[in-house]
């Protein structure tokens, strides 16, 4: 993504009907948002108190929960909109993407990229610089194809226009292959996208938690 002006108000608060995405007035829920980022943190055992960016956070909704957690959550996006439109409280702590952002320079413990890779053009070049950013690991969640560069398995995901990564999961965690990291795969993690586990759509989601291996 070059640019973050297709992800403006159409995008996130009417984006069925504008055809531009799956959102449909994106707001804060707290009773789908806590759980699911508790879900997160549990599966991945981030220890409390932990530093964590949100890769790609949106209106930084997730941020808000990891923060009500006990957790030193951050988050950046690419749209700018989004961004201005963030939780007040949340605010503080969030950062629209450009070269050379603080946010994208710094160390964090973990770091979380839910639904954002598949947005990204030189996704081969960010993941890298996400993993040298992560001292001890990484959880992603990306869409699925069957196969490489073909249609997605769940095919709402079609409806979003700025969708260009399509991969499988294989094809997606060999970018995640580097020395010193152990690489887990998952088509499903309890808690998390509980609304895509369909007849179907079993495979549709790929769930990647890469762990820093530790030195003994």
């Known amino acids: 993504m070059s640019s973050g002006s297709i992800f403006d108000e159409d995008y996130f608060l009417r984006g069925k009907a ?5 959102y449909e007035n994106y707001r804060w829920l707290p009773s789908l948002t806590i759980p699911m980022a508790q879900s ?9 108190g932990a530093r ?7 209106r930084g909704y997730v941020v808000k929960a990891l923060r009500g957690l006990g957790y030193d959550a951050f988050g950046v996006d690419i749209s700018h909109w989004a961004i201005d439109n963030a939780d007040e409280e949340t605010k503080p702590y969030l950062e ?3 070269h050379g952002s603080p946010y994208l320079e710094g160390k964090y413990d973990w770091i979380i990229a839910k639904d954002v890779l598949e947005h990204v053009q030189f996704v081969d ?4 610089h996400l993993m040298s950013m992560a001292t001890e690991g990484i959880f992603a969640v990306v869409p699925l194809s069957r196969f490489d560069r073909g249609r997605y398995i769940i095919e709402d995901y079609e409806k979003d ?11 997606w965690a060999s ?18 996208k509980c609304n895509y586990y ?15 291996i530790k030195e003994e």
């Open 125 to 128: 070049l960010v993941i890298p």
């Open 52 to 58: 964590i960016l949100d890769f790609g956070c949106a």
């Open 18 to 22: 504008t055809g531009k995405s799956l």
């Open 96 to 98: 629209c993407v450009t």
């Open 198 to 212: 369909k007849p179907g759509w079993e495979s549709g989601n790929g769930f990647i938690t890469c762990r820093r």
């Open 175 to 192: 970018m995640f292959m580097n020395v010193g990291w152990c690489v887990e795969l998952a088509y499903r993690v309890p808690g998390v």
């Open 161 to 171: 226009v700025t969708h260009i990564q399509r991969w499988k999961l294989t094809t």
């Open 40 to 48: 997160i943190v549990n599966h991945c055992c981030i220890h409390r």
